[in-house]
């Protein structure tokens, strides 16, 4: 998604292509009772995200390493459609590994246009899926909107959103800590959304930006090497165990 730095201001495996009202109540989630909050360990479920960046994508290989998860790369903007979306999207439940997919917002451009390619591209949610994924970076994007703008932009989407896909779907907003400050600052609308945290640090947890309390996801490197995946790739924590990644699937 981001390069590697604090303010995680430039794409890169969600890098863009150059393509150019109220909420409803979003799902309460919470940390499992009895774990360190927002501490990670290497016994709970990790996944890695993707777009056609990766290439192709050897997935039978990929879950033999113990990949539990995967987000993928679905559209950007209005028009842009990920080559290898329908491929990566049918291959990785093939495998029996937990799929998501995500949307790099534009907000440059019409929101409509935009809910529509992502929903039209997914066609559906099926159960077992994860939530769909907003994607939101790159501050200077943002620069002509002020907080609350930023904030009315995002939940406009997931509300368009729920509309195409169902109410039972409730997307998980992906971020870094500075871009929740700065951009979005901080606005409590966002609270009772899943956190998909980008953060890169030597440290054993991820700084948490408010309205947050907790990350459900944590993207921890981009440097990450899987076989059968040429090159880098994202990789990323479930704040939980197995059967709190089963509890976030869609029903």
Known sequence: MARKSKTLTMPANHRQNGNNRGSRQGLVWSPE??????????????????SHHQGVIDWAMVRQQGVDFAFMKATEGATFVDSKFKTNWKEAKANGIRRGAYHFLRPRTDLTAQINNFARVLGSVEPGDLPPVIDTEVP?????????????????????????????????????????????????????????????TAASRPRVPKPWDFWTFWQFTENGTVAGITGNVDINRFNGQADRLEALLLK
Do not use: E
């Open 140 to 200: 200077s994007d943002w620069s002509r909107l002020n907080g609350k703008q930023s904030v009315d932009l995002i939940v406009g989407f997931i509300d368009g959103l729920r509309a195409k896909l169902g109410d039972n779907v409730h997307p998980i907003v992906y971020l870094s800590p500075s871009f929740a400050d700065d951009v979005l600052k901080n606005d409590s609308r966002l609270k009772n959304y899943p956190l998909w945290l980008a953060h890169y």
């Open 33 to 50: 009772v009895g774990t360190a909050q927002n501490m990670v360990s290497l016994a709970t479920p990790w996944g890695i995200d993707v």
